[in-house]
């Protein structure tokens, strides 16, 4: 007997099929304004910008990536601005050549006004390892896609979305507090992050 | 006598500075944990669905394994099982091979951790790197974490930095956190660039979709599972959960029992491999179905890996995790060793509590660990032959009225000699710590025959 | 105003009636005070609280059906100790006993003292006076089995109004009522914990005795004597801490006749 029928031989033997599903969970009712979704990031050591009309999103972007190096930005980005001193993430690179990369530009989508996380898939970062390698990471949010909890956040995932093969929720810039429960940002990945509002994002 | 959390024992938490660090330390998560769950008014309705979802998916485990696994393959991962912890161990090694993978980079995983990965990769030269800070720190002082969530926090900062002195040559007594971990960062980059496979854990898999689910703080998880070419990941089969709606329910308690942070800053859902890579999913059984089909504790299958009960459980703040002797200590490394450990050590440890109860209140789904460490304690694996005659003893003695009485006028008579330290007392070990109470005079069974007595 | 005569057995455990008698005395007249007529039957023993924690079924079973059957008259039954108390309300069940209807009632009627006071007479003010600083130690078995307090783990979705023992203790009067740090954390004593484990047992203990000092308390109370024996033992070997003394010593003291 293999391995695989062996485990779930005795597994079934010991599934009792019995307990059903409890359903869906029914939340308290809370708020989903960005204010709310600003002040959970800021908890979690992100930094909320705006919101701003896309209109000045050229300004501000210009104003949080000043004298950072490279710049790249993600697919969604580039319409909503004009030139700057940043770059389109060219298209079949290996993740390996954007070690270097300073900030990066990416069009979120759902906030979470309890956690201050956003939804980052597949298609708005085709390059997997890109929002962990930057130094100083950019999300780009519409403000009405915050939603108050995880159970609405999910909800609102594309019905497509786990066939991007990867989907994040990031909430804050990267952090440990492995050493004597000192925090620290920048374990790994971004040392920043900071999650621009749009009130008008195409 | 066994050594497990024993005074003479090295793996206890040294007394002193040490100790006081540790258990402010881990209660500080605690506190955090406080806090954060007191602002969600339906904390405790949440724990009751996290709970109720979670008896469903045991109830139908099999059914949801194979959901699971039809959909990941259908995403284009390959599936693998394996019995136990050596055979989990071979199949990684054996896709490691296959390829001429060399160097490795892997994130936390409790499983690894209980199968003995490291070691066993390392013995057949390959070069593993945990990239997770704690991990790395306990790696590079070759010993288990301590914790599950925060592996090196028996470390002091000069400790650690030491270790960094000796291995990646910082500074001697360098020991700010925010440069040691700067430090780490920029010596794992390049090895996190070079690595040819990256191994990683699951929290979560959702059968719906065959969607694996990773929480990290650090990144580190992400990056060993974006940069090289292969990706495996390691789960236990209880990690499976139905759809991705019931994701919300732990992603809402699992940080928060854990850090007191509302979310991990990363919640990665991985669905197959990425254009041009390869996803392994391990699931490993190693006592799980066994447990399941034990009806008094399969409950304990329920655990998210959280830590909450490590940070609130008074006994693990003060002996520390080592103690435990187990890659899982506190609260629920108790009530899953004497199913899941090879070691005989483990069935001993559902001793190791107070039951307070104050882990089976923090947890958040609802296990009632020290209801099922009173329940391991029943099976009386721990006991040895002399142990249960001294208890059938004992319980002929407590069980009589004119036993109990005469037991304790001796013990009136010897007191002023037991309540001083000499070898050979009979409460020498109550003594280590503390002294007698101050003579107790006559039993109350005496005193009422006296007070009733004389108004009669 | 003459209060309806409640017949109560009283269940002394057996250490508390070896080593603690003073507070069975207490408890017997506190009792008395607010109208029990109190039974004592002095063939009690153990109720197996030691086996049941060590996993002694079968030694505990027989202690469970001994206790049950002395008591099997009682219409409620009180005892000074919570841990006790709770070992019969919720073990009891688990031993395999198949316990009848009787049985089971007795199981549900056997109360804390606090908690009868409170919860079955509605009496929390009984005259009592102890003009002294007073430490609660919420014991765990009490706390969380028995919901004499509110744990601090739990959630409340409104606030909930003072448990059992803060209660009694907030009306006796002159009583200067203090909490440690970590209200609710354990003293380390657990039973045969203490003995099996006395290094982590001992450390605990001597971080609660510290707590307590820091609220220089002259009095460290609780309605479990184990706790209290336990953390005695540690503030005499350290030199540190309150007294002990256990919620129903305090209750009886200054009340009338």
């Given at each position: 007997m293999s391995a695989r029928d062996g485990v779930l031989a005795r597994v079934r033997r010991a599934a009792r099929h019995e307990v059903s599903h409890p359903g869906a969970f029914e939340p308290a009712r809370m708020d989903s304004g960005w204010e709310r979704f600003a002040s959970t990031l800021h908890a979690v050591g992100g930094e909320p910008v705006g919101p701003v009309q896309s209109g000045d999103l050229s300004w501000a972007l210009s104003e949080l990536c000043a004298d950072a190096g490279r710049v790249v930005m993600g697919p969604g980005v580039a319409q909503s601005l004009g030139p700057g001193p940043w770059e389109e993430l060219p298209e079949g690179v290996s993740p390996q050549s954007l070690a270097d990369v300073a900030v990066a530009l990416l069009r979120g989508s759902i906030g979470v006004a309890e956690n201050g996380a956003v939804a980052l898939d597949g298609r708005h970062a085709p390059v997997r390892a890109l929002p962990y390698l930057c130094e100083r990471l950019i999300l780009l949010l519409e403000t009405s896609e915050i939603v108050p909890d995880m159970h609405q956040a999910i909800a609102r995932m594309p019905p497509d979305a786990t066939r991007f093969h990867h989907f994040y929720w990031i909430s804050g810039p990267s952090k440990t507090a492995d050493i004597e429960q000192t925090l620290v940002l920048g374990a790994h990945g971004p040392r920043s992050l900071a999650v621009v509002g749009i009130r008008d994002l195409q | 006598m066994s050594e497990l959390l024993d005074?003479?024992?090295?793996?206890?938490?040294?007394?002193?500075?040490?100790?006081?660090?540790?258990?402010?330390?881990?209660?500080?998560?605690?506190?955090?944990?406080?806090?954060?769950?007191?602002?969600?008014?339906?904390?405790?309705?949440?724990?009751?669905?996290?709970?109720?979802?979670?008896?469903?998916?045991?109830?139908?485990?099999?059914?949801?394994?194979?959901?699971?696994?039809?959909?990941?393959?259908?995403?284009?991962?390959?599936?693998?099982?394996?019995?136990?912890?050596?055979?989990?161990?071979?199949?990684?090694?054996?896709?490691?091979?296959?390829?001429?993978?060399?160097?490795?980079?892997?994130?936390?995983?409790?499983?690894?951790?209980?199968?003995?990965?490291?070691?066993?990769?390392?013995?057949?030269?390959?070069?593993?790197?945990?990239?997770?800070?704690?991990?790395?720190?306990?790696?590079?002082?070759?010993?288990?974490?301590?914790?599950?969530?925060?592996?090196?926090?028996?470390?002091?900062?000069?400790?650690?930095?030491?270790?960094?002195?000796?291995?990646?040559?910082?500074?001697?007594?360098?020991?700010d956190p925010v440069r040691l971990t700067e430090y780490a960062r920029r010596d794992l980059r390049p090895r996190f660039l070079a690595a040819e496979a990256g191994i990683t854990g699951v929290n979560f898999a959702i059968a719906e979709t065959g969607t694996i689910v990773v929480c990290t703080n650090e990144g580190n998880a992400d990056l060993g599972m974006s940069l090289p070419p292969l990706h495996i990941a390691s789960m236990g089969i209880e990690k499976v959960i139905p759809t991705l709606a019931d994701l919300a329910t732990f992603l809402r308690l699992l940080a928060r029992s854990a850090t007191g942070q509302p979310i991990t800053a990363y919640t990665s859902l991985v669905t197959g491999p990425r254009a041009g890579g390869e996803l392994h999913i391990v699931l490993v059984d190693n006592g799980r179905s066994r447990l399941l089909a034990n009806s008094t504790h399969r409950s304990s299958l329920a655990c998210i890996r959280c830590g909450a009960c490590l940070n609130t459980c008074p006994v693990y703040r003060r002996a520390g995790g080592h103690a435990y002797g187990q890659a899982v200590a506190g609260p629920i490394g108790a009530v899953l060793a004497p199913a899941l450990s090879s070691q005989a050590e483990g069935r001993r440890l559902p001793l190791a509590s107070t039951l307070c109860g104050s882990c089976s209140a923090v947890c958040p789904v609802r296990i009632d660990l020290h209801g099922q460490l009173l329940a391991w304690r029943r099976t009386r694996a721990h006991a040895g032959a002399g142990e249960r005659v001294l208890q059938r003893a004992a319980a002929v003695v407590l069980g009589r009225a004119a036993l109990l009485r005469a037991a304790g006028a001796l013990v009136r008579l010897c007191w002023p000699l037991l309540a001083r330290r000499w070898p050979g007392n009979p409460l020498g070990v109550w003594l280590l710590g503390r002294q007698l109470p101050a003579h107790p005079g006559a039993s109350f069974a005496t005193r009422y025959r006296r007070l009733k007595g004389s108004k009669r | 105003m003459r209060e309806p005569v409640v017949d109560v057995a009283l269940f002394i455990p057996c250490y508390v009636d070896q080593l603690a008698p003073s507070v069975g005395l207490a408890a017997l007249r506190v009792l008395e005070h607010v109208g029990c007529r109190v039974h004592y039957d002095p063939r009690q023993t153990c109720c197996g609280q030691p086996f049941i924690n060590t996993g002694a079924t079968r030694e505990a079973a027989r202690l469970a059906r001994a206790h049950l059957a002395l008591f099997e008259k009682a219409d409620a039954v009180v005892c000074p100790s919570a841990s006790c108390v709770s070992t019969v309300r919720h073990r009891y069940a688990e031993l395999g006993l198949e316990l009848g209807p009787d049985a089971q009632r007795l199981c549900a009627r056997t109360f804390e003292l606090g908690e009868f006071l409170v919860r079955e007479l509605d009496r929390s003010e009984l005259g009592s006076r102890f003009p002294h600083r007073v430490a609660l130690l919420q014991s765990c078995h009490g706390l969380r089995e028995l919901e004499l307090g509110h744990p601090s783990e739990r959630v409340y979705a409104t606030r909930p109004e003072p448990g059992v023992t803060e209660r009694l203790l907030r009306a006796v009067e002159g009583l200067e009522l203090v909490w440690p740090e970590r209200p609710d954390e354990c003293c380390g004593f657990g039973g045969a914990f203490s003995v099996k484990f006395p290094e982590v047992s001992t450390r605990m203990g001597r971080d609660r005795v510290r707590a307590l000092a820091a609220t220089e308390a002259e009095y460290v109370t609780g309605s479990d004597v184990s706790c209290l024996l336990h953390l005695d033992g540690v503030a005499r070997r350290e030199g540190l801490g309150p007294r002990p003394i256990h919620l129903a010593e305090i209750l009886a003291s200054g009340l009338d006749g």
């Open positions: - | 005074a003479r024992a090295a793996t206890l938490l040294p007394d002193g500075e040490p100790l006081r660090r540790h258990d402010a330390a881990v209660f500080d998560l605690r506190r955090r944990r406080d806090a954060a769950v007191a602002a969600l008014p339906d904390f405790e309705a949440l724990r009751t669905h996290a709970q109720a979802i979670k008896t469903h998916t045991l109830d139908y485990l099999d059914a949801y394994l194979e959901r699971f696994e039809s959909q990941a393959a259908a995403a284009g991962a390959v599936v693998h099982w394996a019995e136990d912890g050596a055979a989990h161990n071979d199949i990684v090694h054996g896709l490691l091979r296959e390829r001429g993978v060399r160097r490795v980079v892997k994130s936390k995983s409790m499983l690894t951790e209980e199968c003995g990965l490291n070691p066993y990769l390392e013995a057949r030269d390959l070069e593993v790197v945990d990239t997770d800070l704690g991990e790395r720190i306990v790696q590079l002082g070759q010993e288990l974490p301590s914790h599950i969530v925060v592996p090196a926090v028996h470390r002091s900062r000069a400790e650690i930095g030491e270790l960094f002195h000796v291995h990646m040559q910082t500074p001697s007594g360098e020991s | -």
